[in-house]
């Protein structure tokens, strides 16, 4: 199994929501990582988990709230978001380690969120 | 700190032909890699190719190769025989070691139109 799986694809949601972004992975990844991209953009990191914890994060509103429950799910928790956050949400997973270093990250396809 | 530069921000190429896609960096870290990745306009980003910084010999995956000039700082990725297929938004990509090697960022990108 090489994927990386995203749900859902697509998000429309009030700027009072409370929604949830899915990511899961079975490739034995241990680092797993969140992106935004807005449209003509390059994907921008947001947050890294290695071995289930919480690596980098890019200086994010804590609007977004990642979480990491083991080793095959991330999850993106967001809540009271701005229109300015309609972006692609894309997630990804690599190997660790020193053998690692070769490896591009397996992304998901994405998550659409519009924020109205 | 490291920066990525993609200068082209579309380019055509006649199917079957070679084509060409620029990429310069700039990074202090003394090891590093340099990625390609496809971006059809489905979202997901594909992984294409990898280079390391002290790699000799220039990659190559099938139909793609990387030019790598270390002094020029530059890594240009060579599509070869186009197809209708590899139209898409194509980004460089580099990940150095100063962060344990989970921070890849972009460029810009390039946007690849194949014409039948």
């Known amino acids: 199994d090489t994927e990386v799986t995203q749900t859902p694809k697509h998000l429309v949601m009030g700027m009072t929501n409370k929604k949830s972004l899915k990511c899961e992975q079975h490739?034995?990844?241990?680092?797993m990582y969140w992106y935004k991209q807005k449209a003509k953009k390059p994907p921008e990191l947001m947050f890294v988990?290695?071995?289930?914890?919480?690596?980098i994060n890019e200086s994010v509103p804590s609007r977004f709230s990642p979480e990491c429950p083991n080793s095959s799910l991330l999850n993106l928790h967001l809540h009271a978001l701005q229109p300015e956050d309609s972006a692609l949400y894309l997630c990804?997973?690599?190997?660790?380690?020193?053998?690692?270093?070769?490896?591009?990250?397996?992304f998901g396809s994405g998550t659409r969120l519009t924020v109205v | 700190a490291q920066k990525i530069t993609q200068t082209q921000p579309g380019m055509f190429v006649q199917e079957k032909e070679a084509v060409t896609l620029d990429c310069t960096y700039d990074?202090?870290?003394?090891?590093?890699?340099l990625f390609w990745y496809k971006q059809p306009s489905s979202g997901e980003m594909i992984f294409l190719i990898y280079?390391?910084?002290?790699?000799?010999q220039n990659a190559t995956e099938g139909r793609y190769s990387l030019n790598f000039q270390k002094a020029r700082k530059s890594a240009n990725l060579v599509i070869s025989a186009s197809q209708l297929g590899d139209s898409a938004m194509y980004f460089c990509?580099?990940?150095?070691?100063?962060?344990?090697?989970?921070?890849?960022?972009f460029g810009a990108g390039t946007r690849l139109f194949v014409k039948a």
């Open positions: 990804a997973s690599s190997p660790t380690g020193t053998g690692s270093r070769g490896y591009g990250y397996t």
């Open positions: 490739m034995g990844h241990r680092a």
């Open positions: 988990y290695s071995y289930e914890k919480l690596s």
């Open positions: 990074t202090s870290d003394p090891s590093y890699g």
């Open positions: 280079q390391g910084s002290y790699d000799q």
């Open positions: 990509a580099m990940r150095g070691i100063h962060t344990g090697g989970f921070k890849t960022i």
